[in-house]
């Protein structure tokens, strides 16, 4: 079978998808953590000590109040399941069609 072109307009626009949907997760993140109340530099930081070393600081009884939580859950849901379908499509190709997909991938000799 011919392996599969590399610039397929529908791959570039899924590999833009993929790219798109981290920058979104990391801004909404971001945009949420500072539209909580008393947010600042250092209050992000403790974060580990408020949630596992039970330092007693206050959290937000549900963050799903938060606009942007719901947007980051969203997203973040979204993106978890374009790289399970991506890691999937590159064993499909790697093990179905045996075009050598994860061999262009991989640093060093790309073959014979």
Do not use: C
Request: aromatic share 10%.
């Amino acid at each position: 079978m011919k392996p599969a072109s590399r610039y397929h307009p529908l791959l570039v626009a899924l590999h833009w998808l993929l790219a798109a949907l981290i920058l979104a997760a990391l801004a909404v993140g971001f945009f949420g953590l500072a539209a909580m109340p008393n947010a600042d530099p250092q209050k992000i930081a403790g974060l580990p000590e408020i949630v596992f070393a039970e330092s007693g600081a206050p959290l937000p009884m549900s963050f799903a109040v938060y606009p942007t939580f719901q947007a980051h859950f969203w997203l973040a849901t979204l993106l978890l399941v374009v790289i399970v379908l991506h890691v999937g499509a590159a064993l499909y190709h790697q093990l179905v069609h045996m075009d050598g997909l994860l061999a262009r991938m991989s640093f060093g000799r790309r073959g014979p």
